[in-house]
C-alpha cells in the first residue's frame, strides 16, 4: 500500500467540484486517509513549489495557489502515486486523456485544477508537510 497526496486547486474549490473529484478517487481504489480544506499562505505556497523556484512560472503559481482555498488530502492504494497521477491527467488540460480529472475539470496549464506527488519520496515530504501523523487514519 501507498499514500500519496493531492491538492484539489483553487480554481476547482470555486467551480463547486471537491465532492466529484474525492468521488473519483474513491472509485478508482484510493482510500481518503486524511482530507482538509485550507488556505495557503504565501510562505506555504513558496515552500511547498520551492523546486520550481527558478522556473519562469513560479510567481504566478505561487499567486494561483493562495487565490482561494485548496483541499489537501491522503490518498491511500495500490500504486496510489502512479494512480494519482493517471486520474488527475497531463499537466496541460490540453494534452491530458479524456475522462481525466484535468480534461473534465481544468481551463488551462495554470489553473489546472490539481496536484498530485510526483513520486514516492516527493509524497512522504508532501504529505508530512500538510498532515501530523495523528490526522492520517
Ligand atoms: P503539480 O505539481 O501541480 O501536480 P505537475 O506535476 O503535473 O503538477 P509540474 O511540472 O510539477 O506539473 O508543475 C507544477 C505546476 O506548475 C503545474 O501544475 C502547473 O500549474 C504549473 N506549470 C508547469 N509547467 C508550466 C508551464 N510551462 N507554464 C505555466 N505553468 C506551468
Ligand atoms: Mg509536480
Redesign the pocket.
Known amino acids: 500500500m501507498e499514500k500519496t497526496l493531492s491538492?484539489i486547486k483553487p480554481d476547482a474549490v470555486k467551480k463547486g467540484v471537491i465532492g466529484q473529484i474525492l468521488t473519483r478517487f474513491e472509485n478508482n481504489g484510493l482510500r481518503i486517509a486524511a482530507t482538509k480544506k485550507i488556505q495557503l499562505s504565501q510562505k506555504e505556497a513558496e515552500e511547498f513549489?520551492a523546486i520550481?523556484k527558478e522556473?519562469p512560472?513560479f510567481k504566478?503559481?505561487v499567486e494561483?495557489m493562495v487565490s482561494g482555498p485548496v483541499v489537501v488530502s491522503v490518498l491511500e492504494g495500490e500504486n496510489a502515486v502512479l494512480k494519482n497521477r493517471e486520474l488527475?491527467g497531463?499537466?496541460n488540460p490540453k494534452e491530458a486523456a479524456p475522462g481525466t480529472i484535468r480534461a473534465d475539470f481544468a481551463e488551462n496549464?495554470?489553473a489546472?485544477a490539481?496536484?498530485?506527488s510526483?513520486s514516492l519520496e516527493n509524497a512522504k515530504i508532501e504529505i508530512e508537510f500538510f498532515f501530523s501523523k495523528t490526522e492520517i487514519l
Request: glycine share 6%.
Open positions: 491538492i513549489y520550481h522556473r512560472f504566478d503559481l494561483f488527475m497531463a499537466t496549464i495554470d489546472n490539481v496536484h498530485g510526483d
